[in-house]
C-alpha cells in the first residue's frame, strides 16, 4: 500500500466568555516534527487523543505523519484574536506547501472564542477544506463541552467527540478518528446528518456514568454498525456564551442518508423528552459547612470531598473565589484542606519566608459577585513549599506535565490551604500532595475548585457519594439563571421553562 500522507494539526481552548482573555504566551504551541516527536516520546505533553489517534494509524498501516501546529491550552477565557489568526494562517501556509495529501487530522476542542470572533474553529475547519478540496478526508477530534456551529459539520468529514465526562476515553477517541479515517482511505465517504437542539445543560447535569446525558450516549453507542460509522451527542460549554450554543447531535452514516438521519432525529427527539432531566440540584454553602464539621469530628465517618463549582478552573474559574474559605475557617471545621487558591502574593510571601515561619496573610481573591474581594486571617504558618512543577499522577490526564508556579502549604487554625501562583487545570494531584507531606486519607474535608475530573482522580481516597457539588458564586456557577447571557439562541432549556419546540425534520 502506497504511504498515505496526514497532516496533523490543531487548537484547543474551552473558552468561558466571563474569564479573563487566553493571551498567547498561555499557549503550548508544538511546531513541525516537535508534534511526533512528543507524541512519540515515553512521556508525552499532547493530550491523548493525538497520541491515541497515531497508535490508530500506526495500526491501519503504511502512513507518514505530515505535523503542522498544534496550539494547546486547557480553560481559559476568550483567545487572543491576533493570535489564533496567526495561527489559522501558519497552519494554512504549511498544509499548502505539503500538498498532496491523504488526509488531515484536527485536534480540536470545539469551544473556543476569541476576543473577536465567536467561531475560530469553524474558521479553521473551513480553512483547511479550502486548501485541501473536498476531497481529501478530514478528521477531528473535539470534547463533548464543545458548540458545534454549522461550519464545522460542513467543513470536516466526520467529528469525533468524547463519551464520557470526566474525559477518561480521550485516547479512544483519538483511535476512534483514526479507524474512521482508515475507512475513508479505504474508499468510503461519509454522510452526516445533525441536529442542535435549543438545550444549554447545567454541566453537572453532564457526568456519563448515569444519568440523562450518559443515557443519551449509552444509546447512540448502542446504535452503531454497519451502518451508522459515529455518534456524537455534544452538549456544548454554556460559559462561551455563543449563538451556536445548545446540545449537538452528530450522526455519521457511512454510505446511507436515511440511516444518518432516522438515528439523528430519534436521539434528538430523546433528548428533548428527557430535558427536565437536565438541571442543577446542588448543596448551599451552609449546608456544606455543616457536613464539614460533622466530618471533622466523627473520625470514623467518611471523609468529604467538596466541589466549588462556582470557581471551577476546568471551565474558566479563576482559582481565588473566597466563599468556602471563609466559610468553612469561620466554622472551625477540623481536618479541612483548600486543594487550591491562586495568589501569587502569598506563594512569594510563603518562599520568602521560609517553612515554619508564620506570618498574617491577606488573601487575595476573584472580585465576581463581591465588593470587597479580601480575606485577612491574623496567623498563617507555612507548612511546606513546593516549585509547582510536575506530572499528573492519577486520572484522564495521567502525564500531563503541569507548572503552577511556585507553590506552599499554609496552616490557619484547624485549616490547610495550598497556595499556587498560577492556576493549572487539573489541580492538585495525590501524590503532589504527599510530596508536599499531606497524608490524603487524613484528610477530612477536601475542598476542589474542579466539577468533574477529581472524581476519576480522587476516586481512590473518597467515596462517590461523599463528593458534593456545592453551591458556590461565581463565574462558573452551574446555576445558569444566574448568569447573564449576551449571544445564547432564546428561547433555551432550562434558562427558560416554557417553550414550544419539535425536533425539524430532514
Ligand atoms: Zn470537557
Not at 494562517?89 to 487530522?105: A, F, Q, R, S
Not at 483519538?174 to 475513508?184: D, F, P, Q, S, T
Request: proline share 6%; net charge negative.
Amino acid at each position: 500500500m502506497k504511504t498515505k500522507k496526514i497532516a496533523i494539526l490543531g487548537m484547543f481552548l474551552e473558552s468561558n466568555r466571563h474569564s479573563p482573555i487566553v493571551t498567547r504566551e498561555k499557549f503550548r504551541v508544538f511546531e513541525g516534527e516537535a508534534i511526533t516527536l512528543d507524541v512519540r516520546s515515553d512521556s508525552p505533553d499532547l493530550v491523548k487523543e493525538v497520541i491515541g489517534f497515531f497508535h490508530g494509524m500506526d495500526f491501519n498501516g503504511n502512513w507518514e505523519p505530515i505535523p503542522l501546529l498544534i496550539a494547546h491550552r486547557g480553560a481559559g477565557g476568550p483567545a487572543d484574536a491576533v493570535f489564533i489568526r496567526e495561527t489559522i494562517e501558519k497552519i494554512c501556509h504549511g498544509l499548502t506547501n505539503v500538498l498532496p495529501l491523504d488526509g488531515v487530522y484536527i485536534l480540536n476542542h470545539g469551544a473556543m472564542i476569541t476576543t473577536e470572533d465567536e467561531d475560530p474553529d469553524g474558521e479553521l475547519y473551513e480553512a483547511v477544506r479550502n486548501i485541501v478540496g473536498s476531497k481529501t478526508p478530514v478528521v477531528t477530534t473535539i470534547d463533548l463541552h464543545a458548540n458545534i456551529s454549522q461550519r464545522m459539520v460542513d467543513n470536516a468529514d466526520v467529528i469525533v467527540s468524547y463519551r464520557t465526562d470526566p474525559h477518561v476515553d480521550q485516547y479512544d477517541c483519538g483511535r476512534e478518528a483514526a479507524a474512521i479515517l482508515g475507512e475513508m482511505l479505504e474508499g468510503i465517504r461519509p454522510v452526516v446528518r445533525n441536529i442542535r437542539l435549543p438545550i444549554v445543560p447545567p454541566n453537572v447535569s453532564l457526568l456519563t456514568d448515569s444519568g440523562p446525558y450518559g443515557d443519551l450516549i449509552k444509546y447512540g453507542q448502542s446504535q452503531l454498525g454497519s451502518e451508522i460509522l459515529n455518534v456524537s451527542v455534544v452538549a456544548g460549554f454554556a460559559y462561551s456564551d455563543t449563538s451556536k450554543n445548545g446540545l449537538h447531535v452528530i450522526v455519521a452514516a457511512r454510505e446511507n442518508s436515511e440511516a444518518a438521519e432516522r438515528l439523528c432525529f430519534d436521539i434528538a427527539q430523546k433528548a428533548w423528552a428527557d430535558r427536565e432531566r437536565f438541571m442543577w440540584n446542588l448543596t448551599s454553602i451552609e449546608k456544606a459547612v455543616e457536613m464539614a464539621l460533622v466530618a471533622g469530628e466523627d473520625l470514623s465517618g467518611k471523609p468529604l470531598l467538596l466541589a466549588d463549582l462556582g470557581d471551577n478552573i476546568g471551565a474558566g474559574g479563576t482559582g481565588n473565589t473566597l466563599w468556602m474559605l471563609e466559610a468553612l475557617y469561620r466554622s472551625g471545621a477540623k481536618g479541612v484542606l483548600i486543594g487550591s487558591f491562586c495568589d501569587p502574593n502569598l506563594a512569594t510571601r510563603a518562599h520568602e519566608a521560609g517553612i515554619g515561619a508564620s506570618f498574617k496573610a491577606l488573601f487575595q481573591g476573584d472580585d465576581w459577585d463581591r465588593p470587597d474581594p479580601h480575606f485577612a486571617v491574623d496567623r498563617v504558618r507555612v507548612k511546606s513549599l513546593h516549585p509547582g512543577k510536575f506530572r499528573i499522577s492519577r486520572g484522564p490526564l495521567t502525564g500531563i506535565p503541569v507548572d503552577a508556579g511556585p507553590i506552599c502549604l499554609l496552616q490557619l487554625g484547624d485549616m490547610m490551604v495550598l497556595v499556587t501562583t498560577s492556576r493549572p487545570i487539573v489541580w492538585p494531584d495525590p501524590i503532589l500532595l504527599e510530596t508536599m507531606g499531606l497524608e490524603i486519607r487524613e484528610i477530612r474535608t477536601l475542598v476542589l475548585k474542579c466539577r468533574s475530573n477529581y472524581r476519576a482522580v480522587f476516586d481512590k481516597y473518597f467515596d462517590q457519594e461523599m463528593m458534593i457539588e456545592v453551591d458556590t458564586p461565581g463565574r462558573t456557577s452551574p446555576v445558569l439563571t444566574r448568569h447573564s447571557w449576551k449571544f445564547l439562541p432564546r428561547p433555551v432549556f432550562p434558562i427558560d421553562r416554557d417553550f414550544e419546540w419539535s425536533v425539524p425534520k430532514f
